[in-house]
T-cell receptor, first 113, second 116 residues
């Protein structure tokens, strides 16, 4: 089954404690992205990757890092989380072969206290 | 930079009413256009997409959208909504950025509430 998986699904942490949210896709997609979803603001792109070792900033990259060492994985790293990063995070993958239709993961709800 | 506007933030309809959600984008080049739906507590799923050809595209669950290039619009329609259509709807545009890479931009979403 074609899917995008994220872990963990829920996470409560404290300010400053480094965390990683994993994302994996099994569709051999070239593109992968991270979004955050906040009420009234829709989805905002944090980072995206066009292929292995190729990443670029989205609209709200501050406070986040990513890496793309393998085609299937695209982890999101918060080196020093702050309360304003409390949000719902989605990973997505896409391919030019499918007109860049986004396939979304189930989401990670992060709370930073 | 490309942008996407969804003017209706919250829409309340009775069952069987017709639906039209507006979406306008700002980008002069070639675009791929999408509508995604997010049911309560779930992730986004594709409703329909346009990339070329017939500007009237049909999606799942009776939804359709019309691409009007001259108006930079891609409005979503459904003739008769059901209670199960209660969800949040996002318009999205995919286009090449200044570096030639494909970038997707989402609108802020429209919450649809259908009253039985």
């Amino acid at each position: 089954e074609a899917q995008v998986t994220q872990n963990p699904r829920y996470l409560i942490t404290v300010t400053g404690k480094k965390l990683t949210v994993t994302c994996s896709q099994n569709m051999n997609h070239e593109y992968m992205s991270w979004y955050r979803q906040d009420p009234g603001l829709g989805l905002r792109q944090i980072y995206y990757s066009m292929n292995v070792e190729v990443t670029d900033k989205g609209d709200v990259p501050e406070g986040y890092k990513v890496s793309r060492k393998e085609k299937r994985n695209f982890p999101l790293i918060l080196e020093s989380p702050s309360p304003n990063q409390t949000s719902l995070y989605f990973c997505a993958s896409s391919s030019p072969d499918e007109s860049y239709e986004q396939y979304f993961g189930p989401g990670t709800r992060l709370t930073v206290t | 930079a490309q942008s996407v506007s969804q003017h209706n933030h919250h829409v309340i309809l009775s069952e069987a009413a017709s639906l039209e959600l507006g979406c306008n984008y700002s980008y002069g080049g070639t675009v791929n256009l999408f509508w995604y739906v997010q049911y309560p507590g779930q992730h986004l799923q594709l409703l329909l997409k346009y990339f070329s050809g017939d500007p009237l595209v049909k999606g799942i669950k009776g939804f359709e959208a019309e691409f009007i290039k001259s108006k930079f619009s891609f409005n979503l329609r459904k003739p008769s909504v059901q209670w199960s259509d209660t969800a949040e709807y996002f318009c999205a545009v995919n286009a090449a950025d200044s570096g030639g890479y494909q970038k997707v931009t989402f609108g802020t979403g429209t919450k649809l509430q259908v009253i039985p």
